[in-house]
């Protein structure tokens, strides 16, 4: 399966488990993959023949921006719903999500996690 990917998607959102978490917003980077044949747009040069990552990008910028969840783990599967539910054409996804500047007692960087969905994996 050919692959559509999205990197380094920077959205500020309030998610967390600490009380502070959820109400003073903090960055977030969302990576995507798409697993999506692209054998007809490779031949044709047309948007209409594979994913417009412009939808994409733009559904999971609303997602962090405007919902909010405890868990990066609920987060990641919530965006992995909804790009499965935009295009029939998207097999798989793989997201990564991650919270650029965690709220914990050490030195960290970044925290996050990665989730894979397949099409067969989401109720109809």
Same mark, same amino acid.
Do not use: C, N
């Given at each position: ?7 380094? =998607? ?9 009380? @502070? ?6 960055? &977030?980077? $969302?990576? +995507? ?7 007809? !747009? ?6 209409? /023949?594979?994913?417009?990552?412009? %939808? #994409?990008?733009?559904?999971? @910028?609303?997602? $962090?921006?405007?919902?909010? &969840?405890?868990? +990066?783990?609920? =987060?990641?599967? *919530?965006?992995? @719903?909804? $790009? =499965? ?5 998207? %097999? ?7 919270? #650029? ?6 030195? +960290? !960087?970044?925290?996050?996690?990665? #989730?894979? *969905?397949?099409?067969? /994996?989401?109720?109809?």
């Amino acid at each position: 399966m050919d692959e559509i990917w999205l990197r380094g =998607l920077r959205v500020v959102g309030t998610h967390g488990v600490l009380a @502070e978490e959820q109400t003073r917003a903090q960055p &977030f980077e $969302v990576d +995507l993959a798409l697993a999506v044949d692209l054998s007809a !747009a490779s031949t044709s040069d047309a948007l209409d /023949d594979t994913v417009d990552y412009g %939808e #994409v990008s733009g559904a999971v @910028e609303r997602i $962090v921006r405007e919902e909010h &969840f405890a868990l +990066l783990e609920r =987060l990641g599967g *919530r965006i992995a @719903e909804v $790009v =499965l539910g935009l295009d029939r054409r998207i %097999e798989a996804v793989t997201v990564t999500v991650t919270k #650029v500047r965690p709220p914990v007692p050490v030195d +960290l !960087a970044a925290a996050g996690v990665t #989730v894979r *969905r397949a099409r067969a /994996d989401v109720t109809p």
